[in-house]
């Protein structure tokens, strides 16, 4: 779909200042932390960041990565959460034109990035994440009239449900906890965004990506799956190619 590069532009700089706030989210939220107060602070000197050292990837670079008052190094995350998230919110807008579908595309993207980091660090998925893209995906399908919103109900009662069943089963196999909340939480705000079959395909690739990716990694030394990880990968691909790859493995099924 051909978009005017004028709103390209725009759809970068809206996604490269979210990057800026997701930045705050992803430090914050697993602290309890306030994401207003206080305003953006040195991690290392507490002194406040003025605003022309706060422009998404620019300022970054201008300060070679490092603070302006105590000259410490800022971790590269900043720049390339920043810059992830631009380019999230351009491939949405390249996808699927100037529409609702791509402000969904590109707000699940931006959550899904925020829940992929914060679990593969701290093993936890804050609610903010969970009910707040819950709350994103259900005002969204309102677009698609009752159908679409009866939808992404079916979607995030599936995501939930089936989570909750693998959980109480992983508990009574191991007895220890196998799945925590958040996982669960994760996949209802997942399924009101790529409704009942996509949260069953969702749960499908991470499990095989979690499978491929961490069993090698896990053999070497005993670790803790970040599931919500490779959940967050794996509703990205839904998203974007579960209905081909459904009505791929449809035909197929059909044998013809
Ligand atoms: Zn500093």
Request: aromatic content about 10%; charged content about 10%; proline content about 5%.
């Given at each position: 779909?051909?978009v005017?590069?004028?709103?390209?532009?725009?759809?970068?700089?809206?996604?490269?200042?979210?990057?800026?706030f997701?930045?705050v989210?992803?430090?914050?939220?697993?602290?309890?932390?306030?994401?207003?107060?206080?305003?953006?602070?040195?991690?290392?000197?507490k002194?406040?960041i003025?605003w022309?050292?706060?422009?998404p990837?620019v300022?970054?670079?201008?300060?070679?990565?490092?603070?302006r008052?105590c000259?410490?190094?800022?971790?590269?995350q900043?720049?390339?959460?920043?810059?992830?998230?631009?380019?999230?919110?351009?491939?949405a807008?390249?996808l699927?034109?100037?529409?609702?579908?791509?402000?969904?595309?590109?707000?699940f993207?931006?959550?899904?990035?925020?829940?992929g980091?914060?679990?593969?660090?701290?093993?936890l998925?804050?609610?903010?994440?969970?009910?707040?893209?819950?709350g994103l995906?259900?005002?969204?399908?309102?677009?698609?009239?009752?159908?679409g919103?009866?939808?992404?109900?079916?979607?995030?009662?599936?995501?939930?449900?089936l989570?909750?069943?693998?959980?109480?089963v992983?508990q009574?196999?191991f007895?220890?906890?196998?799945?925590?909340?958040?996982d669960?939480k994760m996949?209802a705000?997942?399924?009101?965004?790529?409704?009942?079959?996509?949260?069953?395909?969702?749960?499908?690739?991470g499990?095989?990506?979690?499978?491929?990716?961490?069993?090698?990694l896990?053999?070497?030394?005993k670790?803790?799956?970040?599931?919500?990880?490779?959940?967050?990968?794996?509703?990205?691909?839904?998203?974007v190619?579960?209905?081909?790859?459904?009505a791929w493995?449809?035909?197929?099924?059909?044998?013809?």
């Amino acid at each position: 779909m051909a978009v005017d590069p004028i709103l390209l532009v725009a759809a970068a700089l809206l996604g490269l200042c979210l990057g800026s706030f997701l930045n705050v989210c992803i430090v914050r939220l697993p602290l309890d932390m306030s994401l207003v107060n206080p305003p953006s602070t040195c991690p290392r000197c507490k002194q406040p960041i003025a605003w022309r050292d706060n422009i998404p990837v620019v300022s970054w670079l201008l300060l070679r990565g490092r603070c302006r008052r105590c000259g410490q190094p800022i971790s590269r995350q900043y720049p390339i959460i920043e810059a992830a998230v631009g380019a999230i919110w351009v491939a949405a807008a390249l996808l699927y034109g100037i529409t609702l579908h791509a402000l969904a595309a590109a707000l699940f993207g931006t959550v899904l990035l925020g829940i992929g980091v914060t679990d593969g660090r701290h093993y936890l998925i804050p609610n903010e994440y969970t009910w707040g893209g819950l709350g994103l995906g259900l005002a969204l399908s309102l677009a698609g009239g009752a159908d679409g919103f009866l939808n992404a109900v079916l979607g995030a009662a599936t995501g939930f449900a089936l989570l909750f069943a693998v959980a109480q089963v992983g508990q009574w196999a191991f007895k220890e906890e196998a799945m925590g909340g958040g996982d669960i939480k994760m996949m209802a705000m997942v399924g009101s965004f790529v409704g009942w079959k996509g949260v069953l395909l969702t749960v499908f690739l991470g499990a095989l990506l979690g499978s491929l990716i961490f069993v090698p990694l896990s053999l070497r030394k005993k670790r803790l799956v970040p599931f919500g990880v490779f959940l967050a990968l794996g509703a990205a691909v839904t998203f974007v190619m579960g209905d081909a790859i459904i009505a791929w493995y449809q035909h197929f099924l059909h044998g013809e």
